[in-house]
């Protein structure tokens, strides 16, 4: 079984939102930090946003702050990631990943990481 499932992305215009969602099949989902990763053609994988474990601190950077906003259902082991004034810029394959521990800034490397999903913005 895959640990992590993605849902969600798809064709928007520019200013338009997405929902994504990741679903969760690991034991003891309060026990592991949570993060959205993106990965556009020809750049590296980076951050967009992260959640301590249970309901923790959240993390984002400042070219999706204010605009991305991750959160965590752990009556249902599910992690969003809630996407709005969306930019041609934020184009491309978006991932979860999940590392144990309550810290997303641990030092740890993720443990596990979804098989990503596309988001594509029309200008």
């Known amino acids: 079984q895959v640990p992590l499932v993605e849902s969600g992305g798809g064709l928007v215009q520019t200013g338009g939102s997405l929902n994504l969602s990741c679903a969760f099949s690991?034991?003891?989902?309060?026990?592991?930090?949570v993060g959205w990763f993106r990965q556009a053609p020809g750049k590296e994988r980076e951050l967009v946003a992260a959640?301590?474990?249970?309901?923790?601190?959240?993390y984002s950077p400042d070219s999706v702050k204010g605009r991305f906003t991750i959160s965590r259902d752990s009556t249902k082991n599910m992690v969003y990631l809630e996407m709005n004034n969306l930019k041609p810029e934020d184009t491309a394959i978006y991932y979860c990943?999940?590392?144990?521990?309550?810290?997303?800034?641990?030092?740890?490397?993720?443990?596990?990481w979804g098989q990503g999903t596309q988001v594509t913005v029309s200008s």
């Open positions: 990943a999940t590392k144990y521990g309550n810290y997303w800034y641990s030092g740890r490397q993720p443990d596990y």
């Open positions: 690991i034991r003891t989902f309060n026990n592991y930090a």
């Open positions: 959640q301590d474990s249970s309901t923790g601190p959240t």
